[in-house]
């Protein structure tokens, strides 16, 4: 008892403590304590606006998963993909943050986490939900954007390593419902919603908002400082120098040396100047289709982790928590990585 106790206070003051931190390291750095030296300049087009920015998305995205619950839309949801999901033994709740994330992995993250925190959901299926959510859903959710960076820069070359994301991420569908098809309890399978109560279906606004707010505040806190230190950590070179050093790890024999540099632009930047930068060696005639195809894929490999580390751990930290946040992190990259290994080798072989 003294125990539950215990780590309810601890619940509760942690993400205050969290904020804390992150303020003092701002106030650190703009008082010179640093060897930093931003401008206010750069401090407000590189974090202040970001940052708020950023708070916006997940704010909407927090209001909308609470929406969705209190007008009892969960089980419409589910109902859109429950023959697949029945299958993997998911329940209605896993099976509406689904059909979510083929349109917003924050909503669908928040409903979990929220289904989570009502005790709808237990900490395994949410962990295997997030992880499905990971594989097809966010590959249709980002499609439009990689396609049309993709297709006209690199032509074919694009279309085939979009085909090869494609499988890598379907395979990772099929194996998380496979895998929780054997694990989880049957029971959860047979599942059924539950009717909403009669003033649940009606949305009442000061309930929703009083619990919005709460449930906001503590996003900010966990958010804001994982998001400073990430910050800091990039203006001192961090991130730069982790980009070399991975880069310059990469020797393939099958690959001409001109390749290295999609490899490494897709690493030492955004997805879009690996693009440009394989549309222009095709284009000069140093790389083949598949040549490109290859160094794309292997460019999106070395680049996962870093990526993950700068644009979703602060959301992820926020919307779970700091530790489950980075283990659904850690796992879903991880198994992002093994996915696009094993449909990239055959690939290779096969070219």
Excluded at 110 to 131: A, D, H, P, V
Excluded at 213 to 236: D, G, H, N, S, V
Excluded at 287 to 308: C, D, E, H, K
Aim: aromatic content about 12%; some cysteine.
């Amino acid at each position: 008892m003294h125990g539950r106790v215990a780590a309810k206070t601890r619940s509760h003051y942690l993400p205050w403590l969290f904020l804390a931190l992150g303020v003092g390291l701002l106030l650190v750095n703009m008082a010179g304590g640093t060897s930093l030296k931003l401008s206010p300049e750069v401090m407000y087009a590189k974090l202040f606006w970001p940052f708020l920015k950023l708070l916006g998305y997940l704010g909407v995205g927090l209001f909308l998963g609470q929406v969705i619950e209190a007008l009892g839309w969960t089980a419409r949801l589910g109902k859109l993909v429950r023959p697949l999901i029945g299958w993997g033994r998911f329940g209605t709740e896993s099976a509406a943050a689904f059909s979510t994330s083929f349109f917003s992995g924050i909503v669908a993250n928040t409903l979990l986490m929220g289904y989570y925190q009502e005790g709808k959901l237990s900490l395994r299926e949410l962990r295997l939900s997030y992880l499905l959510n990971t594989g097809l859903p966010a590959f249709v959710l980002h499609l439009p954007t990689t396609f049309f960076i993709l297709a006209p820069l690199t032509g074919m070359a694009g279309i085939i390593y979009l085909g090869l994301n494609l499988l890598a991420a379907s395979l990772r569908t099929l194996g998380v419902l496979a895998y929780a098809h054997f694990t989880l309890k049957p029971t959860v399978a047979a599942r059924e919603p539950v009717e909403s109560a009669p003033q649940a279906r009606g949305l009442q606004f000061a309930a929703l908002w009083k619990k919005f707010q709460k449930r906001f505040l503590r996003l900010i806190c966990y958010t804001m400082p994982i998001y400073i230190m990430i910050f800091l950590a990039q203006q001192a070179g961090l991130f730069d120098y982790a980009r070399q050093a991975t880069a310059g790890l990469i020797t393939v024999t099958f690959l001409p040396l001109e390749a290295a540099s999609v490899i490494i632009f897709s690493v030492a930047a955004e997805f879009s100047s690996g693009a440009a930068a394989a549309g222009a060696l095709m284009a000069a005639g140093a790389l083949t289709t598949q040549q490109t195809v290859v160094a794309l894929m292997l460019g999106s490999i070395v680049a996962a982790p870093i990526r993950a580390l700068r644009h979703q751990l602060p959301t992820h930290a926020g919307i779970f928590s700091p530790k489950l946040g980075g283990q659904l992190l850690l796992t879903s990259q991880g198994l992002r990585i093994l996915s696009l290994i094993i449909v990239t080798g055959p690939y290779i072989w096969w070219s």
